[in-house]
Structures are given as structure tokens and as C-alpha cells.
């Protein structure tokens, strides 16, 4: 039955499914599919002193059963999750690199539950990791040892839309594609656009402070809050839901804090009107040079309808082809990619279209420049948007693909100012490593708007650790960041894979200032623990 079940799954999910499904097997059976599971993650947690010591499990309550019994008395039985298959699913994220030890998972029901919960957690100093949809590529929604998982999966309403005002009221567990089908029935749209807006929800979307492919049209994410509703550490709910100047500044200390100062349960949007016509064009070129001039060029001709400028390099679209079998509809060979989208609410797209034009007739000056070596396609056709953006929506699951069942991958969410530097970034990287007989490819691709670039270097998993591949790849990337004054996270957050990291774009004083902040409001340290700050700077 197991078997079969598998067969219908996409070879993606087989393995977590198998590994999952080893829980509830026979004890033999287990240790035969042992192998299949992720390493922990507290193994994989970085040396936090000079001299090497590892990470050591903090000073907090362990989980006993009159715990269980006041939970299910605040959100019923049911809720109170500690099936082995389930609990193992809260345990990893989207890369499945990794797994946690918690043993128990909580789905409250309203911010009310939330509340009450964290109460009892404080009283008894039991650590909790707040969980969206589990997307996460930094650790940041997993446990690292046993902490308690709080899910806000069932806290997915939306409880307001005003057309006129263009808001919205949700709760944080409103999954993002949901958000926006229920805006899109107002003429209203989510300011927005993940790869992973399926499961991603808007309360992990605030909490990372996600950027996503419509940066340059709507702006970062924490720009369009007009209010939140928060649980503190102790308990006490925060409702900023017409935020004033004062409440604007600690809306703004939750957005980007990964649930180590508060759960988000409530936001309130501000929504743009939803796009009537959008058009994409996919272009092939042969520098890194020549992206940005048309990147330029789109930002002076394509002015406020351009919607999205996302890049990637022929050795993404090489795993995208090889791995997915996507075929990208340019013909011949290019070094770099470019996705450009335009967007309005103009119906008949008069106006847009002779925008488009303008733009296209710089395409084609580029072009004669550089000897003919653009080549481009253009859709308006809905249709074919969905197979264009799948190229790049998909990248990092091809990449992925290199290394097979076992995993051997590292992936890099760095910002710099200097455009230029992403592809220096990549090209450094590739100097120094991609000559080794364990690397498969390194890659780069991402959102040019903001200067995010998505590194991700594959390797075959048994050489990378006979060379101690992956230790030596982080260190040479975040210390190339560091050198050009770039940052080590963008977008997916800090978690506790990039928190021992922070010192290489905040300064000391900085660290301690972040640290200060999170003892005052959460002074037993119970809010998802060894996460974002680097263990040194808290003392409990």
C-alpha cells in the first residue's frame, strides 16, 4: 500500500514522504529506512565559540503530560498533534536537508488560543517555534531540538475586505494564493508573488519580511502593512490594526523578526487594484552587461507598469532543462536569462502597449549593438505565462534534483547594492570551487530589482564531506559578502542556519542592540529559540 501510494506522489515528495512513513513502520523496518532521514539539526548547527563548542539545548522545560492535558483543555484534543507522521512533517521544511526533535504540535484555532498558550509556555519555560506553511530554506519555522510547534494553519480567515479602502483584515495563517483568489473577487490583488505562494502564509511572509518577485512594482512587504495583531512571549495580545506613528514603529520591530519576538496573528494589507492586463517577455543574452542595460532600459521606458525583472544564469536554465524538463522556448544558447513582466489596470492596454514598443525598440538597438546575440520571446497569452515563469518559479527545486534522494546542496539568499556584484558573486564562487570533482554546479539567479541574488552550489553529498566542502563554500561567501558590504540575508530570514553569520553584516553594537531588544520582550527566551541572533549574544 505504501508502495503504491508513493507511485502517485512526484518523485519531489517521495522522499519525505518514505522517511516520514520509516516513523510509523515496524522497529526493523525503521532502521532499514534510517538512512533515508535527515540529518538533526542540531549536528548541523554552526560552532558558536572560536575554540569549536557545539550548540547545547537550552534551559527549558521538557513537555510532560499534564502540559498535553492543558492544551487540549485551551484548543481541544484533536488539536494537540503527537502522531509520529504528522509531528515529522513539522520537523523539516521545504528543503527536507535537516529535521528537529519536537514531539508535539499545536494547531490553535484564534489569537485568543495563541495567547493562552503562551501563557502556560512561560509560566512552565517551554521553548515554541511559531509554524506557517513550512516553506522556510533557513531553519527558521523548524525546531532545532525538542521545542513545541505552534501551526497556525487553522487560523486562515479572512475577516475583512474593503474595495474602497483596498484592505485587508486576515489572519497569519491565510495561505497566500487563497488571500489573493478571495481579493480578486474585489478587483484587489496581495502586493506579493512567491514561487511558494501555494503553501507560504501571510503571517511567515511578515515574519521574514519576504521580498518576491513584484518588489519593484509594490514595494517591499512591510511598506503595504497597515496593521498587525501580535502575541507576546507572555502571553498579552498587541492589536495595532490602524496603526498610528507610535504603533508603526513596533509593526515594524515584528516584520522580518521570525517569531522571536512575538506571533503574528492578525494583519491588516494595504492592496493595490489588480493588474487587467500583464505581458511577459523572456529574453536570452549573451553578458551580464547587457541585462542590466536592458534592466535600465525597462526601468525608463516600461516606468511604474513594470512588474517584475527576475534573472538567471545558463547553469540554473541548464538544471531547469536537465532536471525538469522544462524547455525554455529560445532558440540557441544564452549566459543569462532575463523575465521581464509589465503590468496595469489599463483594460485595453493602449497606452501600455506603446510602452512595450519603446522597450522593444531598445531590445532590438541592444541587439545590432552586440552583434545579435538577444534573442526574445513575448507573451500576452495567460496561458503561456504559467510555462514561461515556471523556468525561473522552479529553479531552485532543478537545482535540488542535481544531488538525488540524499541531498548535497547549499543555497545562498544574499543582497548587495552594487547590481554587478551578483554575477561576481557567482562567478567568484565557481572560481573557487566549481573545479572540484565533488560540485556539480554553481548557479545563481533572482530578483534584479533588489539586488537578491539566489547562489545555490550542488555537490555530490559523499565528496563534498570528505573535502569539507560545505564549511569552506560558507565561509568564502559570506566572507566575499562581508568584504563588499553586502547582506547574508534577504528574504528567507536568518534562521539557524545563517544566525551564527550575522556578525558579517551587523556590527557588534548592532547584535547587541538586537539583542536587547529580544530580552525585554521575551525575557526567558522561550520565542523560537537559537534562531536569527547568534547564541553568544543571549545569556539566559
Known amino acids: 500500500q505504501l508502495s503504491q501510494t508513493l507511485r502517485s506522489i512526484a518523485p519531489n515528495r517521495r522522499g519525505v514522504l518514505l522517511a516520514a512513513a520509516a516513523v510509523k513502520l515496524s522497529t526493523s523496518s525503521t532502521l532499514r529506512l534510517s538512512s533515508n532521514l535527515p540529518p538533526l539539526a542540531s549536528s548541523l548547527y ?26 487540549a483543555d485551551i484548543i481541544g484534543q484533536n488539536h494537540v498533534i503527537t502522531d509520529q507522521f504528522e509531528v515529522f512533517a513539522a520537523n523539516t521544511d521545504w528543503p527536507r536537508d535537516c529535521r528537529g526533535q519536537g514531539g508535539h504540535v499545536l494547531r490553535p484555532g484564534c489569537a485568543e ?11 512552565r519555560r517551554i521553548a515554541v517555534v511559531p509554524q506557517g506553511g513550512n516553506t522556510g530554506l533557513a531553519g527558521g519555522g523548524v525546531p532545532v531540538f525538542d521545542e513545541l510547534v505552534l501551526s497556525l494553519s487553522r487560523m486562515n480567515r479572512v475577516l475583512e475586505i474593503d474595495a474602497v479602502a483596498g484592505t485587508v483584515v ?26 511558494a505562494k501555494g503553501s507560504c502564509q501571510i503571517g511567515g511572509n511578515l515574519s521574514t519580511n519576504a521580498g518576491g518577485i513584484c518588489v519593484l512594482r509594490y514595494g517591499s512587504l512591510r511598506g503595504s502593512v497597515r496593521g498587525l495583531e501580535v502575541a507576546l512571549a507572555n502571553g498579552e495580545l498587541i492589536d495595532c490594526g490602524r496603526v498610528n506613528e507610535h504603533e508603526s514603529r513596533l509593526v515594524q520591530l515584528m516584520i522580518g523578526s521570525e517569531g522571536t519576538l512575538g506571533v503574528l496573528t492578525k494583519v491588516t494589507l494595504a492592496c493595490p487594484p489588480r493588474p487587467a492586463n500583464v505581458r511577459l517577455v523572456l529574453i536570452g543574452c549573451d553578458s551580464f552587461q547587457s541585462v542590466l542595460h536592458l534592466f535600465s532600459a525597462a526601468r525608463s521606458t516600461l516606468a511604474e507598469t513594470l512588474s517584475a525583472f527576475e534573472i538567471m544564469d545558463a547553469a540554473t536554465m541548464s538544471a531547469v532543462s536537465d532536471n525538469l524538463k522544462l524547455n525554455c522556448p529560445l532558440s540557441g544558447s544564452s549566459e543569462f536569462f532575463a523575465l521581464v513582466e509589465t503590468a496595469s489596470c489599463n483594460a485595453s492596454g493602449s497606452n501600455d502597449a506603446g510602452k512595450l514598443d519603446r522597450f522593444l525598440e531598445c531590445l532590438v538597438s541592444l541587439n545590432h549593438e552586440s552583434a545579435g546575440s538577444i534573442d526574445a520571446v513575448i507573451s500576452n497569452d495567460s496561458r503561456q505565462f504559467g510555462v514561461i515563469w515556471a523556468l525561473r518559479e522552479r529553479a531552485f527545486e532543478a537545482l535540488v534534483a542535481d544531488c538525488g534522494p540524499a541531498g548535497g546542496y547549499m543555497q545562498f539568499d544574499a543582497s548587495v547594492s552594487d547590481r554587478l556584484d551578483m554575477q561576481r558573486l557567482v562567478l567568484a564562487t565557481r572560481a573557487e570551487f566549481g573545479q572540484l570533482d565533488c560540485v556539480i554546479r554553481v548557479a545563481g539567479f533572482g530578483h534584479l530589482g533588489d539586488g537578491n541574488l539566489h547562489l545555490v552550489v550542488t ?27 553586502g547582506s547574508i540575508s534577504a528574504e528567507h530570514g536568518l534562521g539557524w542556519k545563517r544566525s551564527a553569520y550575522l556578525g558579517h553584516c551587523k556590527s557588534p553594537t548592532a547584535v547587541s542592540v538586537m539583542a536587547g531588544i529580544k530580552r525585554l520582550l521575551d525575557p526567558q527566551g522561550i520565542l523560537n529559540p537559537y534562531k536569527v541572533l547568534p547564541p553568544s549574544a543571549l545569556s539566559y
Open 170 to 195: 486576515a489572519e497569519a495563517g491565510c495561505v497566500l494564493a487563497d488571500l489573493d483568489s478571495h481579493l480578486s473577487e474585489h478587483g484587489l490583488t496581495v502586493p506579493l508573488d512567491l514561487a
Open 113 to 123: 488560543e495563541v495567547s493562552v498558550i503562551l501563557r502556560h509556555c512561560q509560566k
Open 459 to 485: 555537490a555530490d553529498p559523499a565528496g563534498a564531506a570528505g573535502c569539507g566542502l560545505w564549511p569552506r563554500v560558507e565561509a568564502f561567501v559570506y566572507g566575499w559578502l562581508s568584504r563588499r558590504r
Open 46 to 71: 554552526p560552532p558558536i565559540s572560536a575554540d569549536g563548542r557545539s550548540l547545547s539545548r537550552g534551559p527549558y522545560s521538557r513537555i510532560e503530560p499534564a502540559d498535553l492535558l492543558v492544551f
